[in-house]
Structure formats: structure tokens, C-alpha cells
């Protein structure tokens, strides 16, 4: 008798208790991104991860021509951002990023790079017509927002055509960065925050004037195709907070009001 009622209650017992679950399966999202935001997002992406548990965030840093591609032809990415806004208007047109969740978060400035130990005299754009001046690294400008900038303010100071033949064309603006820092060209077109990057290896002799090119500006925003919209909409509000706001301007972007100028 005892028995009987030890299992019934033993029974009763298993069918009252909660159901054991299983931990959850950690989330992943994909982040695609312009290059030059490499140093700055890998942060962000630090502090997003340790605020949410669970949640692991995997970059994808290239050229935001070949990421739009990527994501055109069905590539798994929750979260873009883009080093122009016409990346983001052909995804925008080609309705694959979510309505309303599209924000400009950052801005930088171009910049003619030229090898540190450089013995060449560039301290503008007008001096890359040099016959000294053989090599010049740029993006390439049909994927390459950084390479579209440079011709416009090649166009802009009435040089295109005299140094087309001196251009060498890269997959990214990293790629020109990497050509100047190890003195494999005369000079490059990057990004301001590229130059920080390799300060010592690397120096600014002019900066473009705004005027001369058109702004960059970087917009960002959640792939329609995602199924992680939450987390990756979480990742974007992680970008445009104040802490991730400080993190841009630690790397050079120009953030909040600095933005709308």
C-alpha cells in the first residue's frame, strides 16, 4: 500500500512540476558594413554583446557597392551600413530594408594621403598633376563610396583627365590605405577616420573641401529579409546612442550636430 501511494504521489508530482526547457539557442545577427567603420562598430559590437546576453554580433566590413550586391543576391544580413547614401537608396528602391528603420548616424571627411616618410612635396590635390606623382590609389568608384568622392573632387579641381592614367583602383578604401602605409603609391584618397588609423604610417597633406564632393554620410538600417529584426534593431539603437555616438567621434566621425552641418 505504501508503495502505491509513494509512486502515485510520485506521479502527481511529475505532472504538476514545470516543464523543464532548454536554454535558449544564442542569437547571431550579421552585420554588413562600410570598411572604414571597421574600428569603430567592432567596439560598438563589444559593448552590445555584453549588454545583450546572448546575442553574438558577426561583421561583414567591405566595400558597401559589393555589401548592397551580397544582400541583393540573398546573402543572410540583418543590419546595413553604408559610407554613402546611394548604397542605401538603390536597397531602399530595391525594397530590401525595413520601412522607417533607416537613420544617418555618422559623416566623415576625404582626405589625400601620402606615404610618412614620403620624399614627394604634395600639400594639395592640384600637386598630384606632378610629373613626379606616378602612383595614386583610390577606391573603385562603381562599388567603392570613397573612390566616387575622389573623382568628384578630382573633377572639382580640373584634374580628372590629367591623372587618370596615374589612378590605381582597389577593391576598398582599407586597400588604398594599405597601398600608402607601405609605399606601394606616390598618394591616396581615404577617409579622415582611415588616416587616424595609420597615423604613424601615413599623413594627411590636404584635406578636400566639402564643397568638392558630395556629403558622406552614413546611413544604416535593418535588412527586410532579416530574422533577427529585434536584435538588429537593437544594434542600430546601440549605433545612435550617446555611448555609441562617443565611440564614432573617438575614431574621427563626425556625430549629432556635427552631422547636420
Do not use: C, W
Not at 23 to 46: D, H, M, Q, R, W
Not at 217 to 224: E, S
Amino acid at each position: 500500500m505504501l508503495r502505491k501511494i509513494l509512486l502515485a504521489f510520485i506521479a502527481v508530482t511529475a505532472l504538476s512540476a514545470p516543464s523543464l526547457t532548454f536554454a535558449e539557442s544564442p542569437k547571431e545577427i550579421t552585420v554588413s558594413a562600410a570598411i572604414s567603420l571597421k574600428n569603430a562598430f567592432e567596439e560598438i559590437g563589444k559593448i552590445y554583446e555584453a549588454k545583450n546576453r546572448g546575442t553574438k554580433v558577426v561583421f561583414n566590413f567591405g566595400a558597401s557597392g559589393d555589401l548592397m550586391r551580397q544582400i541583393e543576391g540573398g546573402a543572410p544580413v540583418d543590419v546595413f551600413a553604408s559610407a554613402a547614401q546611394k548604397d542605401m537608396d538603390d536597397a531602399e528602391k530595391k525594397g530590401l530594408i525595413v520601412a522607417g528603420s533607416r537613420v544617418n548616424f555618422a559623416a566623415n571627411s576625404v582626405v589625400l594621403v601620402v606615404p610618412i616618410r614620403s620624399g614627394t612635396a604634395i600639400k594639395s590635390f592640384a600637386d598630384l598633376e606632378s610629373k613626379n606623382i606616378q602612383k595614386i590609389a583610390v577606391g573603385n568608384p562603381k562599388t567603392v563610396p570613397a573612390g566616387r568622392y575622389a573623382e568628384d573632387v578630382f573633377t572639382y579641381y580640373k584634374i580628372l583627365d590629367a591623372i587618370k592614367d596615374k589612378l590605381i583602383f582597389t577593391e576598398n578604401v582599407r586597400q588604398v590605405l594599405d597601398y600608402v602605409a607601405r609605399g606601394e603609391v606616390d598618394a591616396g584618397v581615404v577617409y579622415s577616420t582611415d588616416a587616424m588609423v595609420r597615423a604613424k604610417e601615413v599623413a594627411v597633406a590636404a584635406t578636400a573641401p566639402e564643397a568638392s564632393h558630395k556629403p558622406v554620410v552614413y546611413p544604416i538600417a535593418v535588412i527586410k529579409s532579416s530574422k533577427n529584426s529585434g536584435p538588429a534593431t537593437a544594434f542600430i539603437s546601440m549605433v545612435t546612442s550617446q555611448e555609441g555616438k562617443q565611440i564614432l567621434a573617438k575614431y574621427g566621425f563626425k556625430v549629432g550636430k556635427q552631422l547636420n552641418n
